[in-house]
């Protein structure tokens, strides 16, 4: 039984994107076969690539304007190619912008009943962050990459949300490395005082410090890069809880913003 991995990535761009970003993309594309390394080997991985764009006549294309199929010698490179290879990620993130809908499968060929593999749980690491300006740069060691979820009031005032997204680490964890955060202060529930740090220019939250809670901080993880793809681990103040939230995953229509947000 083959273990190689085809997978296939189809993307419809958005029109608005200028030829040149577009050329770009695709030379960063194509230079994957080669940039994408194993670390411990040093060697690319990825077995071949074919890309190109759509030229069929038939109309079910729904929309995508472009195919890529890659081959991976088993589901732990391409694992490491979605998950964890800088180089790929740093593409994925660059692209974003430039995507408006894709389609991804994967299979393998020859195999017609099987499960669907498991996503691998993300490693624990430093996890750069950032603020919506760019002044503001850290780092955070986190263990367990997960968010655990606070529906207090406080953070819905102070985030504008339904919950904000959080771990707490040691101090030492947090390196700031551009950028000095300002200080609000508030008494919290305990009577005690607790200082949020947020940068002064964007006023995105970064971290904040309960006194009761010595040399221990909470970071905000949506903050950090592939926050989005972290899970949520659990929850606090869950009576605070709006009411719709649980509702809410797979019950919305996709809406396309009219203003770029
Ligand atoms: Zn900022
Ligand atoms: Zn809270």
Known sequence: MTSV????????????????????????????????VKPDTGRPYMK???AGKNRS?????????????????NQDDLDYYL??????LKFSRDAA?????????????????????KKPAMKGGNFHGSCH?????????????????CHCDTCKKLGGG???????????????LTGTPSRYTYTGASGNPVHCYFCPRCTSHIYHHQAVMGDQIIIRTILLEGGSKMQPGGEIFAEGKLGWVDALRGVLDRVTPEVKL
């Open 48 to 50: 071949s690539m074919k």
């Open 57 to 73: 006549w038939e109309d079910f294309s729904k929309g995508m304007t472009h195919g890529f199929v890659l081959e991976f010698e």
């Open 5 to 36: 991995i085809t997978h296939i990535v189809l993307f419809k761009y958005k029109p608005s994107i200028t030829w040149s970003e577009f050329e770009a993309h695709f030379d960063t594309f194509l230079a994957l076969k080669h940039k994408c």
């Open 133 to 149: 300006c760019g002044d503001c740069t850290w780092t955070a060691e986190i263990t367990t990459p997960q968010h655990i979820l």
């Open 97 to 117: 912008p430039l995507i408006e809908d894709s389609v991804v499968v994967d299979i393998q060929d020859g195999i017609l009943f099987a499960p669907r593999f």
């Open 83 to 88: 998950t964890e290879d800088p180089v790929h």
């Open 162 to 176: 339904p919950f904000s997204m959080n771990q707490i680490i040691h101090k030492d964890q947090l390196k700031i």
